[in-house]
């Protein structure tokens, strides 16, 4: 079974321009969630999506952040414009039902870099 | 809110010796806790995860974790580090009623010494 998987595995773009991360989650995960390390910091709660809809966006930083999930499947995190404090690693995870079994699994990341 | 504290961002052990890395959280619910670790280039890997039931847990690679209520603490532990747990390890703090996202520490960085 595939993983989770994100694209691109590294971006560096500068201050201005637009940048677009993709999520794949496991198939049949409707729970998709993004977050983001700033360096330094801890790991923090961007927004989830219970299939196309987003359940919570509170952890959204400001309106240059804009996710979606197409059709329930893979899902996108746009930054217009990125601002230099929008450098980090950004996550993506999903889930399954939110029961005792209750597990989030990890992609690796989309390290961004703006300059 | 649920908040998270991971006690020491670095822990350096020698090879063989005891892991303990600290973790206390704060809810005013019933939490799910996890420790997730990372090793370099990767994505996070759950270690394992208390959600109700016995209260210590264990995961893969030979790690196990103990949930004291009293104490508001989940703290990770191994008996005999070995160099493949050099890591960043996470404890997180889930409230099921708000759809599960993640509450995160700030991760403690352990390294182990030959």
């Known amino acids: 079974e595939a993983g989770v998987t994100q694209f691109p595995s590294h971006s560096v773009i500068e201050k201005g321009q637009t940048v677009t991360l993709r999520c794949d989650p496991i198939?049949?995960?409707?729970?998709l969630y993004w977050y983001r390390r700033v360096m330094g910091k801890e790991i923090k709660f961007l927004l989830h999506f219970v299939k196309e809809s987003k359940q919570d966006e509170s952890g959204m930083p400001n309106n240059r952040f804009l996710a979606e999930r197409t059709g329930g499947t893979y899902s996108t995190l746009k930054v217009q414009p990125a601002e230099l404090e929008d450098s980090g690693v950004y996550f993506c995870a999903s889930s399954q039902a939110l029961g005792l079994s209750y597990e989030q699994y990890f992609g690796p990341g989309t390290r961004l870099t703006v300059t | 809110a649920q908040s998270v504290t991971q006690l020491g961002s670095h822990v350096s052990v020698s090879e063989g010796a005891l892991v303990l890395l600290r973790c206390n959280y704060s809810s005013s619910v019933p939490p799910y806790l996890f420790w997730y670790v990372q090793y370099p280039n990767q994505g996070l890997q759950l270690l394992l995860k208390y959600t109700t039931g016995a209260t210590l847990v264990k995961g893969i690679n030979g790690f196990e974790a103990e949930f004291k209520k009293s104490e508001t603490s989940f703290h990770l532990t191994k008996p005999s580090a070995h160099m493949s747990d050099a890591a960043e390890y996470f404890c997180a703090v889930s409230d099921r009623r708000q759809g599960g996202k993640l509450i995160f520490g700030q991760g403690t960085e352990l390294s182990v010494k030959p």
């Open positions: 198939s049949g995960h409707d729970n």
